[in-house]
T-cell receptor, first 116, second 114 residues
């Protein structure tokens, strides 16, 4: 099956620093990747849609200058949380779509970000 | 716009018994797909089952089956012979083919009692 790997699985950083999270499709080419934010026992909040070779499409209310998304290849998308603050602490999840009609998603393991 | 509603924040079932998780959705699209995803305590979300909206036949995957009522916009998940490993948070999702993205419900946390 399709495998998506996310790294790091957890990260602790100081307020004001930037953190990069990687999302890789290991055995398929992902034309589209999605980034979500999840609070404890809550649903996934879509942050942005990342398409290879083009700018990400951000959901309403998501600061594009704060959450930088780059999808430079068909197997890698990155999310950089710039100038992180404690309120950015959360669980970030990526997913990838193989393409096609169904929209079936393959998810990364998630990254727990804690900003001190 | 699509909405997905899971009205049961928490459910519990005895091991080996059957449980049904509810999901309703609303969409103006004619072409869409419905999914149930499982997020175990280890956190990586995986697909449980998929239903094509144009198919009347309910999807089945081993112990997992759905009751898809298109007119009522209902898409419930039935888990038969529940196992301890079924304990997880379950998300219902609707994929809008035109928009190319999925909308998730708020999730149902399933506890399996031994």
């Amino acid at each position: 099956g399709a495998v998506v790997s996310q790294h790091p699985s957890w990260v602790i950083c100081k307020s004001g620093t930037s953190v990069k999270i990687e999302c890789r499709s290991l055995d398929f080419q992902a034309t589209t990747m999605f980034w979500y934010r999840q609070f404890p026992k809550q649903s996934l909040m879509l942050m942005a849609t990342s398409n290879e070779g083009s700018k990400a499409t951000y959901e309403q209310g998501v600061e594009k200058d704060k959450f930088l998304i780059n999808h430079a290849s068909l197997t890698l998308s990155t999310l950089t949380v710039t100038s992180a603050h404690p309120e950015d602490s959360s669980f970030y999840i990526c997913s990838a779509s193989i393409g096609g009609h169904t929209g079936e998603l393959f998810f990364g393991e998630g990254s727990r970000l804690t900003v001190l | 716009a699509q909405t997905v509603t899971q009205s049961q924040p928490e459910m519990s079932v005895q091991e080996a018994e059957t449980v049904t998780l509810s999901c309703t959705y609303d969409t103006s699209e004619s072409d869409y797909y419905l999914f149930w995803y499982k997020q175990p305590p280890s956190r990586q979300m995986i697909l449980v089952i998929r239903q094509e909206a144009y198919k009347q036949q309910n999807a089945t995957e081993n112990r997992f089956s759905v009751n898809f009522q298109k007119a009522a916009k209902s898409f419930s998940l039935k888990i038969s012979d529940s196992q301890l490993g079924d304990a997880a948070m379950y998300f219902c999702a609707s994929h809008n083919t035109n928009a190319g993205k999925s909308t998730f419900g708020d999730g149902t946390t399933l506890t399996v009692k031994p």
